[in-house]
Nanobody, 120 residues
């Protein structure tokens, strides 16, 4: 069993900041990539940021320069620092990890989601 537990969501005014955290635990042998996606009401889930085990990152233009993804490999934890938040960033944010289980299976896992609401 593998669990991804997110924390750090909440309500913030436009221009403010939030930091999300996601810890992976359970039957994990190693973690490859980790990342964040988000889904706003009535919209498809979209990529927010990814980070590979070597540290390379990827962001869409919509968040580039405002969001920063980082990870602590020793803790199997990924973070998302969100600055200069805009109302259009309002969504449920999901953590994801592509990892090798103790059964030697590579699989994608998702967290339960955390709500981020940005007021104008």
């Amino acid at each position: 069993q593998v669990q991804l537990v997110e924390s750090g969501g909440g309500l913030v005014q436009a221009g403010g900041s939030l930091r999300l955290s996601c810890a992976a635990s359970g039957s994990i042998r190693s973690v490859n990539s980790m990342g964040w996606y988000r889904q706003a009401p009535g919209k498809q889930r979209e990529l927010v940021a990814t980070i590979r085990d070597g540290g390379s990152t990827n962001y869409p233009d919509s968040v580039k320069g405002r969001f920063t993804i980082s990870r602590d490999n020793a803790k199997n934890t990924v973070y998302l620092q969100m600055d200069n938040l805009k109302p259009e960033d309002t969504a449920v944010y999901y953590c994801t990890a592509y990892l090798l289980t103790t059964s030697y299976a590579w699989r994608d896992y998702w967290g339960q989601g955390t709500q981020v609401t940005v007021s104008s």
